[in-house]
């Protein structure tokens, strides 16, 4: 049994409304969070976990990360930042380093 990895994440902020994402990959696959603050408070907008990374499209314009079944719309500065985490993260791993 291999000793247990630290999780790898990254938080991304979503310009025009206001959330952040963080994408995170630990032993037990990936996932995908959004919150922002409402009145002073954190609030979760959204989760998303898959088993493998998230995948993207483009479609009529709107830019999306899939993670799993979930669909999340996302500015193109946003998404070049998360497929940026997402390719070092994927890389580390198939070369046997840290994830």
Do not use: N
């Amino acid at each position: 049994m291999s000793a247990p990895t630290t999780p790898s994440f990254a938080i991304i902020e979503v310009p025009g409304c206001g959330m952040r994402l963080r994408a995170m990959k630990d032993e037990g696959g990936w996932s995908v969070s959004g919150w922002r603050r409402t009145h002073g408070a954190k609030a979760m907008v959204m989760f998303a976990a898959a088993d493998t990374a998230p995948t993207f499209s483009e479609t009529a314009g709107q830019h999306h990360v899939i993670a799993g079944r979930t669909y999340i719309a996302v500015p193109p500065a946003s998404r070049k930042k998360l497929q940026a985490f997402i390719a070092s993260t994927e890389g580390a791993s198939a070369q046997g380093g840290a994830a």
